[in-house]
């Protein structure tokens, strides 16, 4: 089944992403699964799965796996790069969920279990990862948490990969389009363009 087709038949369930994203994200992998880009998929801020279980669905038929990154304890203290007074609802703590209710998750919709690691992003090395990376969604909300992701998983992209930062056009989550200024200002590995409200890096 094709992304268009996925998007029509499974219901979105939560809030934190809308069709439009998904239908972007999904045809970025579909595009890159197309066009053999070595890598498996990642997504580093999965809450409860809403992504995830559309990524799932599109790797079915495919070798790639996927690996899913949370705290499970919801979101870390924000620093001065994330203020905003339209961001006022991003607490610390807020968006928390257990393993056991993303697993269970993946369950319902009879999708296999993806690899599933709990940890702050800040802890997470190289070993907690794929080898190679063909596609990631960095969706940690904060300055620190797109950083640390951006840090962990650029140098793991394989030419022509993907990396798609949720949150890029967000005034109420300043620190993300940040972040990536910040990681991407001294590189020249890269092409960006944006939709959807999403930051697209591709690994040149
Ligand atoms: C907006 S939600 C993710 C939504 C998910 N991508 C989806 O499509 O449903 C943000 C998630 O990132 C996690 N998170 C944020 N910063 C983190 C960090 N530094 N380390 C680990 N998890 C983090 C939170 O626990 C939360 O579950």
């Known amino acids: 089944m094709n992304s268009r087709e996925l998007l029509k038949k ?5 809030e934190q992403i809308n069709k439009p994203k998904l239908q972007v994200i999904l045809e970025i992998l579909e595009r890159l699964i197309m066009a053999k880009i070595p890598g498996d998929v990642v997504e580093l801020g999965c809450y409860k799965g809403t992504t995830s279980l559309f990524l799932q669905r599109l790797l079915k038929l495919t070798d790639k796996k996927l690996y899913l990154y949370d705290s499970f304890e919801g979101l870390p203290e924000k620093t001065s790069f994330d203020m905003s007074t339209a961001g006022e609802q991003f607490k610390p703590g807020e968006l928390s969920v257990s393993k056991k209710m993303l697993a269970y998750e993946f369950k319902k919709a009879n999708l296999d279990l993806p690899f599933i690691k709990k940890a702050w992003f800040k802890d997470l090395t190289p070993a907690d990862m794929p080898k190679n990376i063909c596609f990631g969604f960095l969706d940690g909300d904060f ?3 797109i950083s640390d992701s ?3 998983c650029w140098p793991l992209v394989s030419n022509n990969g993907v990396l798609v930062v949720d949150d890029f056009s967000n005034e109420a989550l300043p620190g993300a ?4 200024h910040s990681f991407f200002n001294q590189r020249s590995d890269y092409k960006f363009n944006t939709s959807a ?6 690994k040149k």
């Open 177 to 180: 389009s940040r972040a990536c």
């Open 197 to 202: 409200g999403l930051g697209i890096y591709i």
């Open 143 to 145: 300055f620190d948490s």
């Open 10 to 14: 499974f219901p979105i369930i939560s």
């Open 150 to 152: 951006l840090k962990l």
